[in-house]
């Protein structure tokens, strides 16, 4: 028994001991792989420092080369633009000088504007000069300074500026047609109530919103009829900044959201919203005659509880063509009438110069395309997410830009694409 007793005590010092050295081996091994860790890290650091500073100077090259493109964009469109802006601007004040302002004064008030605005794009251009120069200067200095990240980015501002006022000024130019260089009337519509539908058609009106606040105007939401879904049955916006019509006139059609499955048995859900686009005359009134006899007036009521009860909104048929229009936001019967007949003047005016004639006579009633059967334009969020534009082809491969107001390609596309019509 002694000597099962010694064994056993010999066998239990042997593995305390043994414990003991292996656990005060263990730490050797955590230190050395930890000298050996920061040795391969210090060993990185100058290939990471290179790394950096070769993204830093392509990036530097990069900001040069659109400052250089902005500028060099600039020094060619400027002077000629600027020239021939002067030239309009003298030709304008010389007719003020031979015209007698007090004989016509709707005339007189259109000359005074015209007037007006060719003063606003002199100034503009020559502003646009001096921002041209100044991010032409900050760049030399820079380079002087051995490349100064602040100033780079300080003279790559200022060339954003100058390429978006140079895109703006391209595309009015291309703008000729008549009441281009009026505002919009946009009303967007969902063509059933269910949720999507109505959500969707909040989405494209908040579209429009957020497009004229990039433009640096605001838009106003002038009649809006919400659903119980958290949607919009139907929207109207007024633009009453210049051009937006112009601009905008390309979206007139049906815009569809169209999500897929990855299940290819299941039918794509289809959310449908129709979008219509009128001029918005705000210096002056809609040069067309309208007769009583033509149109019929009546006065929705204002609830389904009490019919007998009627409100401010006007609703406007004109019997020769079949055409209605409505006003709901005014403050009194008498404002939404007028604001009526002015969108029902408007949508005759666009009609006649698509038909190609010059009186309300001669407009075909079966002429009369249903606003449902033209599609303009596709919205895919699932599995890709995409824009298809139909009238100009055009397709962008981010549609959250496009819903967030980005809508400057599309309508570069549009105004681009009737032009070449026009031309051929």
Request: charged content about 30%; aromatic content about 8%.
């Amino acid at each position: 028994m002694a000597a099962e007793s010694l064994r056993a005590a010999f066998f239990k010092e042997a593995r305390l001991s043994y414990c003991g050295s292996f656990s005060n081996y263990y730490p050797k091994i955590r230190v050395s792989a930890n000298i050996r860790s920061r040795a391969f890290r210090a060993s990185q650091e100058p290939l990471d420092d290179d790394k950096n500073k070769f993204y830093k100077e392509l990036g530097m090259f990069s900001l040069r080369k659109r400052i250089e493109d902005s500028v060099l964009r600039a020094e060619m469109l400027g002077p000629t633009a600027l020239e021939l802006a002067e030239a309009n601007h003298v030709n304008q004040e010389e007719v003020i000088r031979d015209y007698d302002l007090w004989d016509d004064l709707g005339k007189s008030n259109e000359i005074l504007t015209e007037l007006a605005n060719s003063a606003k794009v002199v100034e503009t251009l020559r502003d646009l000069k001096y921002k041209a120069e100044e991010a032409k200067l900050i760049t030399e200095l820079a380079e002087m300074d051995t490349i100064n990240y602040a100033l780079f980015k300080q003279a790559y501002y200022a060339s954003l500026d100058v390429n978006k006022f140079l895109d703006k000024y391209e595309m009015s130019r291309l703008l000729k047609e008549p009441y281009d260089m009026e505002g919009a009337c946009i009303t967007v519509e969902s063509k059933s109530e269910d949720l999507y539908s109505e959500r969707w058609t909040a989405l494209l009106t908040q579209m429009y919103m957020k497009w004229a606040e990039r433009q640096g105007h605001a838009g106003r939401i002038v009649e809006r009829q919400a659903s119980d879904n958290g949607g919009i049955k139907s929207a109207t916006i007024e633009l009453e900044f210049r051009f937006s019509y112009g601009y905008l006139s390309g979206e007139r059609g049906v815009h569809s959201l169209i999500r897929s499955f990855e299940d290819t048995s299941a039918l794509p859900e289809v959310s449908l919203a129709s979008v219509d686009v009128i001029p918005l005359f705000i210096e002056s009134s809609p040069d067309l005659l309208i007769n009583d006899e033509d149109i019929l007036v009546s006065y929705p009521s204002n609830s389904e509880h009490n019919p007998c009860r009627t409100s401010l909104a006007v609703h406007i048929q004109h019997l020769a063509t079949g055409l209605e229009v409505q006003s709901t936001g005014e403050r009194s019967q008498f404002a939404n009438k007028i604001k009526a007949l002015n969108r029902l003047k408007a949508r005759l005016l666009v009609d006649l110069r698509e038909q190609g004639i010059s009186s309300v006579e001669s407009i075909k009633k079966e002429v009369k395309i249903d606003r449902w059967s033209q599609e303009t334009r596709k919205y895919f969020f699932q599995p890709t997410k995409m824009v298809h534009d139909l009238k100009s082809g055009v397709q962008l491969y981010d549609v959250n830009a496009v819903l967030n107001g980005n809508l400057d390609p599309l309508i570069a596309a549009h105004i681009n694409s009737r032009q070449i019509t026009t031309i051929n």
